[in-house]
């Protein structure tokens, strides 16, 4: 079995369109996406705000430059870009995933995505209604955990280690797929104080259970893959926002193999 992995595309909409060109050119059997599908910034083409990030502007880079970085051009006025930016993001963000998982189920794509320390619950509702809680692939059992230590961003999903032990699963899986890697393992940030960022809980609940692989994100800088015992770790990183996909080829056959990848999107 061929597994394509990615992370971390906050948004973009050339990303978006690549990995679904990637899964058949790759002949892949699924795509797993390890957390943070949201953008973060808005503009009505005129004003601009970013609720996390470095200011993108359509005025400066053109629509499809601006939505291929992760921007949503939505109809609000100035004050209301002003004002209200983080409603305007989170309701754009859920429709430009929504309409992007309906065009994979669409295409046949087989796929396992969850979300990530940026996406917003009410991404939940879109995700569930397209991936079922309980996940079974070619008899590979799939778990799954979108919560992250605290970082200094003030996103969504971040908690303290004992609610991260509680989103994680409560029964034996195969492969695991955490938006958080874990601690002291692809988690290597130049943010946060610098330093390892990973999750104790995701560390314990991987040397307990064992699972044959663990798929993570978060860590854009921090890409890779290790062992934790007998599990195989994956970080494919991520640089979607600033034109190059990473993405990850497992191969799930007598052993595992695990190819990194990088490729110019915009």
Same mark, same amino acid.
């Given at each position: 079995?061929?597994?394509?992995?990615?992370? +971390?595309?906050? !948004?973009?909409?050339?990303?978006?369109?690549k990995?679904?060109?990637?899964?058949?050119?790759?002949?892949?059997?699924?795509?797993?996406?390890?957390?943070?599908?949201? !953008?973060?910034?808005?503009?009505? !083409?005129?004003?601009?705000?970013?609720?996390?990030?470095?200011?993108?502007?359509?005025?400066?880079?053109?629509?499809? %430059?601006?939505?291929?970085?992760?921007?949503?051009?939505?109809?609000?006025? +100035?004050?209301?870009?002003?004002?209200? &930016?983080? *409603?305007?993001?989170?309701?754009?963000?859920?429709?430009?995933?929504?309409?992007?998982?309906?065009?994979?189920? *669409?295409?046949?794509?087989?796929?396992?995505?969850?979300? !990530?320390?940026?996406?917003?619950?009410?991404?939940?509702?879109?995700?569930?209604k397209?991936?079922p809680?309980?996940?079974?692939f070619?008899?590979?059992?799939? *778990?799954?955990?979108?919560?992250?230590?605290?970082?200094?961003?003030?996103?969504?999903?971040?908690?303290?280690?004992?609610?991260?032990?509680?989103?994680?699963?409560?029964f034996?899986? +195969?492969?695991?797929?955490?938006?958080?890697?874990?601690? *002291?393992?692809?988690?290597?940030?130049?943010?946060? $104080?610098? %330093?390892?960022? $990973?999750s104790?809980a995701?560390?314990?609940?991987?040397?307990?259970?064992?699972?044959?692989?663990?798929?993570?994100?978060?860590?854009?800088?921090?890409? $890779?893959?290790?062992?934790?015992?007998?599990?195989?770790?994956?970080?494919? $990183?991520?640089?979607?926002?600033? %034109?190059?996909?990473?993405? &990850?080829?497992?191969?799930?056959?007598?052993?595992?193999?695990?190819?990194?990848?990088?490729?110019?999107?915009?």
């Open positions: 079995m061929r597994i394509l992995h990615v992370s +971390d595309i906050h !948004g973009s909409k050339a990303a978006m369109e990995v679904k060109e990637l899964y058949f050119e790759k002949k892949v059997d699924l795509l797993v996406v390890s957390g943070d599908l949201t !953008g973060k910034c808005v503009s009505n !083409g005129n004003a601009s705000k970013c609720v996390w990030g470095r200011r993108k502007d359509p005025k400066e880079l053109g629509k499809d %430059g601006f939505e291929n970085r992760g921007g949503y051009l939505v109809e609000a006025d +100035d004050k209301e870009i002003e004002r209200n &930016a983080p *409603g305007l993001l989170v309701r754009a963000s859920v429709e430009r995933v929504k309409a992007w998982l309906e065009d994979l189920e *669409g295409s046949s794509v087989n796929f396992f995505i969850i979300a !990530g320390n940026v996406d917003h619950p009410l991404m939940d509702v879109v995700l569930n397209f991936v809680k309980s996940f079974t070619r008899g590979l059992v799939f *778990g799954k955990c979108s919560y992250v230590p605290f970082t200094p961003f003030g996103t969504y999903r971040e908690a303290p280690e004992e609610v991260i032990e509680l989103c994680l699963p409560k034996p899986v +195969d492969i695991l797929v955490s938006h958080s890697p874990p601690k *002291g393992y692809l988690d290597m940030s130049r943010y946060h $104080g610098g %330093g390892h960022v $990973g104790e995701v560390l314990k609940w991987i040397r307990k259970n064992k699972p044959l692989l663990s798929l993570h994100g978060h860590i854009h800088e921090s890409p $890779g893959t290790e062992k934790l015992g007998k599990t195989t770790l994956v970080n494919p $990183g991520s640089e979607a926002e600033h %034109g190059t996909l990473r993405y &990850a080829i497992i191969e799930l056959d007598s052993e595992t193999k695990v190819t990194l990848n990088s490729l110019r999107i915009f």
